[in-house]
């Protein structure tokens, strides 16, 4: 497989923590370019991971044939639509948009230009996720129960940024727990929400095959150790995902997807077909968002 030049466009906290490393990783994909709207972080993330910064997403274009996202969801909405429009292939963080519409509209472009897109759910990709996708194949379900608890938002947590704050869990981690919830107890029908983004979120979920599933989520509790996962019970008993909740696990956790990422989309890149975790994916939990949210009222 060749190389793939990938730029990317973000120097916040989570690019330095899952895409530049991964991207520079190679073999199958190589570091091109970093723009951000502060030149400085652009510098600093670029030369630690042996690229360079660039002035402008046109120069960014100029030296990748793929574009990777670490931004506000509503930013990178609007940047991909021109990553697309230039002929550029998508890797693209959840949420995808801000709004229904915003990602109704970068989906529409995709297939427009026809570029390769895929969505960045890194609970896909990891060892841990992949070995629960694989029993849950398997596994008859009745119903289920997922949670994502954190104090994210508090303090000095790199994850505390400003749409994370005004938005709340429902659009960050909602998008990871709705998505592993179609993949392996089937797609939602309806769901329903009582709570408050900011503080904690219930949502009842029911599927296509009758089962019903529980979500909760908050990122403002002050706990020692994160809590992510997602527990099928059934006949045969139960089957359980989690997150490692110990920083170095979690890290190692990370690494893994992220290499497993950058092969899945270097090959999908060179074969100029999709997976099935592309921008439809994104839209898709985008829609589910959207409903939840206007059931909270």
Known sequence: ???????????????????????????????????????????????AHGSRAVGSLEELWEVCEAVAFAVPPDVQAELAVAAARAGKHLLLDKPVALTLGAAERLAAVVDDTGVVSQMVLTNRYGPRGREFLAAAEGFEVVGARCASLSGALLGDSPFATPWRRRHGALLDVGP?????????????????????????????????????????????????????ECSLYGPGGSLAYRRPPDRPSAMAELQAAGAT???EFAAAVTSGISPELDVHRGLRLQRLIDAAARSLG
């Open 1 to 47: 497989m060749r190389t793939v030049a990938v730029g990317l466009v973000g120097a916040g906290p989570w690019a330095g923590m899952l895409h530049a490393p991964m991207l520079a990783g190679g073999p199958e994909t190589r570091l091109a370019g970093v723009w951000a709207r502060r030149p400085e972080a652009a510098r600093a993330l670029a030369e």
């Open 176 to 228: 990871h727990l709705l998505d592993l919830l179609e993949a392996t107890v089937g797609p939602i029908e309806e769901l329903s929400g009582r709570g408050d983004p900011l503080r904690w979120i219930s949502l009842v979920c029911r599927h296509a095959g009758g089962q019903v599933s529980d979500v909760s989520m908050s990122l403002m509790l002050p706990l020692a150790e994160t809590v992510f």
């Open 261 to 263: 990422l950058r092969r």
